[in-house]
């Protein structure tokens, strides 16, 4: 079947959904933030896409990439927060 430029470019928008909805609803319930990781996985398939030529929207994969990434690296901020806590080495 042959490749049409762009056929593939709801991945890299439903990376950035779920990068920002998590960011978003993470704000109020933190263990939402783990969206961030399925988030990075939709991204880096949605890149393979753009590289591939199946898709043409780099900028929104990237979008969704950033966003996801940020969305986990505040989860495993907090994470590890909580875990210095409750070890009693940081106090609070």
């Keep these: 079947m042959p490749r049409v430029p762009g056929e593939n470019n709801g991945l890299g928008a439903v990376s950035a959904a779920v990068g920002l909805a998590s960011l978003l609803l993470g704000v109020v319930v933190p263990l939402l933030l783990l969206g961030g990781f399925p988030g990075i996985w939709l991204a880096v398939r949605a890149r393979r896409r753009v590289i591939d030529g199946d898709a043409s929207n780099p900028r929104t994969v990237l979008v969704g990439f950033f966003t996801s990434a940020a969305a986990a690296a505040l989860f495993l901020v907090l994470l590890t927060i ?4 409750s070890a009693g080495v940081v106090g609070g």
Aim: hydrophobic residues 50%.
């Design 82 to 85: 909580g875990v210095l806590r």
